[in-house]
């Protein structure tokens, strides 16, 4: 049986004015499988040290599958890729092509506003693969680390939800 382990983060989740509606869905989807069980859903708050507890937690009691939900927007409080890279001493990079196609949907839709969050928008972690987001601006991103494979996901859940299912779901499982 391969260990699958769920954590959502947010401060929107920690004091309630969010419901995590994310790790029940995930977790009625991994039950299709029989060969997965989850044995770990945490919420934690926007802090690069608690994600760093629960990497570290999940690294050592050898965790197949992690799926990490939140804290990909581009406000201050989102932190979430930039903990995972400093955690595993990985560096964040821009996507250009990504980027540039995310300049000019928002030029064509808003015109010569200020696009320079969207750059957060583009950037995953260096060896790591992008998963494309039909619904919102973040990538999501795939990552494996030994035998850990880590799924990075916005914390929408109509976003998270579509990358799972047309994405993860059918290629890596």
């Known amino acids: 049986?391969?260990?699958?382990?769920?954590?959502?983060?947010?401060?929107?989740?920690?004091?309630?004015?969010?419901?995590?509606?994310?790790?029940?869905?995930?977790?009625?989807?991994?039950?299709?499988?029989?060969?997965?069980?989850?044995?770990?859903?945490?919420?934690?708050?926007?802090?690069?040290?608690?994600?760093?507890?629960?990497?570290?937690?999940?690294?050592?009691?050898?965790?197949?599958?992690?799926?990490?939900?939140?804290?990909?927007?581009?406000?201050?409080?989102?932190?979430?890729?930039?903990?995972?890279?400093?955690?595993?001493?990985?560096?964040?990079?821009?996507?250009?092509?990504?980027?540039?196609?995310l300049s000019k949907i928002f030029e064509d839709k808003y015109g010569k506003k200020d696009i320079s969050h969207l750059e957060s928008q583009a950037q995953i972690i260096r060896g790591s693969e992008p998963i494309n987001n039909k619904y919102g601006t973040a990538l999501g991103i795939y990552l494996k680390v030994d035998e850990s494979n880590f799924f990075i996901l916005p914390g929408v859940p109509k976003e998270m939800k579509s990358m799972l299912s047309s994405q993860i779901f059918p290629n890596y499982f």
């Open 1 to 101: 049986m391969k260990k699958v382990g769920i954590l959502s983060i947010g401060d929107e989740l920690m004091n309630g004015f969010t419901i995590d509606t994310n790790s029940s869905w995930i977790s009625q989807k991994i039950s299709n499988y029989k060969s997965l069980e989850v044995i770990s859903k945490v919420t934690v708050c926007d802090d690069e040290e608690s994600i760093h507890e629960y990497l570290k937690y999940y690294m050592s009691n050898k965790y197949d599958y992690i799926f990490i939900t939140g804290g990909l927007g581009p406000t201050h409080d989102d932190i979430t890729k930039r903990s995972i890279a400093s955690y595993f001493d990985l560096e964040l990079y821009t996507q250009k092509e990504y980027y540039l196609k």
